[in-house]
């Protein structure tokens, strides 16, 4: 089911060294974007002042576009543990920005956006990037994968369902939906 209200929805694609963002419009069932891009956080020597880079920017973001939900592309697990723990540092901090805005979140499986976006599962980020410009009526930036996987996980978000609540066998509440059934839990 699909939502036929106003909501801006922020997808993230979380990284350490490029994250990619995502803004979409959609007003009833009609997706536009509103603006995609990276964050380059390459240029910086320490994981600290990458973390607070993301965080300022993705901040900057959300007070432009003021979304109503964001979706953010779900951890996944590799081989190297040095990798993951710093991606997962990243996540927490696009987390922590959405949440300290009163944000709710929701994240999304990589295949899971594939499956959405293309029909593919295992589908190439050509792939997902093609299909992406027919459902947006418009042609991106082929150079952006990570802006254009943020745009998948936004449009993914939106085919997902009416309310941020909407689960998927459970497994969907968001961030919010946490912070708001164990007000115990938060300090």
């Known amino acids: 089911m699909v939502n036929n209200t106003e909501k801006i929805i922020l997808g993230v694609d979380p990284g350490t060294r490029f994250m990619g963002y995502g803004v979409i419009l ?7 974007v509103l603006q995609y891009g990276v964050i380059n ?5 320490t994981q600290e002042i990458k973390l607070k880079k993301i965080y300022e920017r993705i901040i900057s973001v959300i007070e432009e576009f003021m979304p109503d939900e ?3 592309e779900a951890p996944f697990f590799g081989k190297n543990v040095q ?3 710093k991606l997962g540092r990243a996540q927490g901090v696009v987390m922590a920005a959405a949440l300290s805005r009163e944000i709710p979140i929701v ?4 295949k899971t956006v594939k499956q959405s976006v293309t029909g593919n599962g295992n589908a190439s980020k050509e ?3 093609h299909m992406l ?3 947006l009526k418009m042609k991106l930036d082929s150079k952006m994968f990570d802006a254009t996987d943020a745009l998948g996980i936004a449009v993914c978000h939106h085919f997902h369902g009416t309310s941020i609540m909407a689960t998927n066998k459970g497994t969907k509440k968001g ?7 164990n007000p115990d839990r938060i300090k």
Request: aromatic share 12%.
């Open 26 to 32: 959609v007003e009833r069932n009609e997706m536009k």
């Open 41 to 45: 956080v390459s240029k910086y020597s």
């Open 70 to 72: 964001m979706a953010i």
């Open 83 to 85: 990798s993951m723990l």
């Open 107 to 110: 994240e999304y499986s990589p």
């Open 127 to 129: 792939q997902v990037a």
């Open 133 to 135: 410009d027919q459902l």
């Open 175 to 181: 961030w919010g939906a946490f912070v708001n059934e």
